[in-house]
């Protein structure tokens, strides 16, 4: 189960992660995706620390501007 904010319980097969200190505009393109391959293997830990496998986990990466 699902609490959100408002206290409501659900269930979801869903979740969507926003990671917003990975939008940080970097002078050095490799030091950038550095900085989102940590950031991705931190929430994959935690994720499967939680019980979920990396099987269930897609990662896809979108420019915003």
């Known amino acids: 189960m699902i609490r959100t904010r408002a206290g409501l319980e659900f ?19 490799a030091a950038g995706y ?13 994720l499967e620390d939680k019980g979920i496998p990396a099987a269930a986990v897609v990662f896809e990466f979108v420019r915003r501007r």
């Open 11 to 29: 269930s979801s097969d869903l979740i969507v992660w926003s990671e917003p200190t990975t939008c940080r505009r970097r002078k050095n393109v």
């Open 34 to 46: 550095a900085e989102i391959e940590q950031s991705k293997q931190k929430v994959q830990k935690y």
